[in-house]
């Protein structure tokens, strides 16, 4: 869980990204993941609709020119990201903050697996009780959410 979070911040923080430029998975040093995780994960969120982009080694398989058995022995054959999309976005604006972030994961601990759609609207609930907690604190308001 805590992969997809930190690939989502760093692509909606690299400034080659947003249509001008694209980044490659050999960008993402600082998520600690290994490259084949890290391709993983970008290959979900691609299938979700999170991010757009291109995999390279799926491009390569399709071009006789290319070796892929070289590619994928050597891990060079990139995810191009080209762009985070509105759900991307709006995944990550529901798990941005760190308190609704700890308290989703606390929440689904002893869940087992998940899918992404299952954490966000968790993540959403959250967020509404810690929003509905400052809101009422500094205007005394309950929104009733």
Not at 3 to 23: A, W
Not at 65 to 72: A, G, I, P, S
Request: hydrophobic share 40%; charged share 30%.
């Amino acid at each position: 869980m805590d992969l997809i979070r930190v690939i989502l911040m760093d692509i909606e923080g690299n400034e080659n990204i947003n249509g001008k430029f694209t980044i490659s998975d050999a960008d993402f040093g600082a998520t600690g993941a290994d490259r084949t995780a890290l391709q993983y994960h970008l290959r979900l969120l691609m299938d979700a609709g999170y991010i757009e982009g291109k995999d390279l080694l799926q491009s390569a398989k399709n071009d006789p020119r290319m070796d892929v058995h070289k590619m994928l022995v050597e891990e060079c054959a990139p995810i191009m990201i080209t762009r985070m999309t509105w759900d991307g976005h709006d995944f990550l604006d529901t798990v941005r903050d760190s308190k609704v972030w700890e308290k989703t994961k606390e929440a689904l601990k002893g869940v087992g697996g998940v899918g992404i759609d299952t954490i966000k609207d968790v993540a959403k609930e959250i967020g509404k009780t810690v929003i509905n907690h400052q809101v009422k604190k500094h205007t005394g308001i309950d929104l009733g959410l």
